[in-house]
């Protein structure tokens, strides 16, 4: 099982990765062993998790939500897909 990930770092921002070991990830992400965007925005908290089937699928997911807006991540984040949906279109128009 592997999982895609979103981390709120004290600045506000968010961050997104994957892992097949989550509650190991996240505890390098707090105590910032993981030298980069995290460490330098300590601390951060897990808002959104999700499981996938496979590293590809976790990888694939992971590189779409990073380049979606803020707006679009929180709604996510929220549940709300027909806002993930509408927020979709209006980029397109």
């Known amino acids: 099982m592997f999982w895609i990930y979103i981390l709120r770092c004290s600045d506000g921002s968010y961050y997104t990765g994957h892992t097949d070991n989550l509650g190991k990830r996240l505890a ?3 105590f910032g062993e993981l030298l980069g965007y ?3 925005r300590l601390p951060v908290k897990l808002v959104f998790s999700q499981s996938k089937p496979t590293r590809e699928e976790a990888l694939n997911a992971e590189q779409k939500i990073k380049g979606w807006s803020r707006a ?3 709604a996510m984040m ?3 897909w027909k806002k993930v949906s509408d927020l979709a279109k209006s980029k397109r128009m």
């Open 28 to 30: 390098s992400h707090q």
């Open 38 to 40: 995290t460490s330098t």
């Open 72 to 74: 679009k991540k929180e």
């Open 78 to 80: 929220q549940g709300d």
